[in-house]
């Protein structure tokens, strides 16, 4: 019994005691991307608990449970343990977002209860979107959630997304801050009110979110598959 990492559609297990590097260089190659760090995440098992570690030096890693309910924001130099069956990994490097599956064997944790959905909106606990919200979100996160397998897919620029969408850069640009202001309120950092933040950063931080607190889906793409039906 052990860990099973999963990339782009390949497994690596790590057994106790063992140590599994990832970046771009290391056990396992994440990709060629300048951006990654050599050395940027370790998964280990120690005495039956598998840890997660952020080895590099200025990317962060957002964590979650399958079910997006339990969220980690693990910074550099950090690391937490795995306690749910599966838990889902993203981080972005340069234009583009990835994402792996580490499926514990020896779960000390089961599955949270399930979240409820209110008429009309996309709900995860307080969290609520308009459809034009729920629009704006699936066109930034829509090459990462039609990929097909875990792996890495690039976040459009606003311009880019806003033509998917048939608005004016004005009109999508509006609406993120709207979005943004709204989960900055409950909590979520890194999306509003940094001098330093720029449009890109708060674009990844907005997808890698919205895919760890599954705000958005795969089956939520159907909503944009009506707009090319129009």
Known sequence: M??????????????????????????VVIDDNPFLHRRFLEVSVEDGLTWLANVGTTLSVQVADEQGLAQSWLAPGARVPLVFER???????????YELEILN???????????AHSDGETTLGRISFTPDQLLLVLALAEEVLRRGNRGAGAIPHSRTAAE?????TTK???KLDN???????????GLHGSADRTASNRRVRLVEYALAAR??????????????AL
């Open 179 to 189: 979005v943004c202001e709204k989960l900055t309120k409950l909590g979520v950092r």
């Open 105 to 115: 064997q020896r779960p000390h944790l089961r599955d949270l209860p399930e979240s």
């Open 87 to 97: 838990t889902a990994v993203w981080f972005t490097a340069g234009a583009t977002t």
């Open 2 to 27: 052990g860990t099973i990492v999963e990339l782009a559609g390949e497994e690596f297990a790590v057994r106790e005691g063992e140590t599994l590097t990832l970046g771009r260089e290391g056990d």
């Open 215 to 228: 705000l958005v889906t795969t089956a939520d793409l159907a909503a944009l598959d009506a707009l090319d």
């Open 164 to 168: 998917r969408l048939g608005w004016t």
């Open 172 to 174: 999508f640009n509006r």
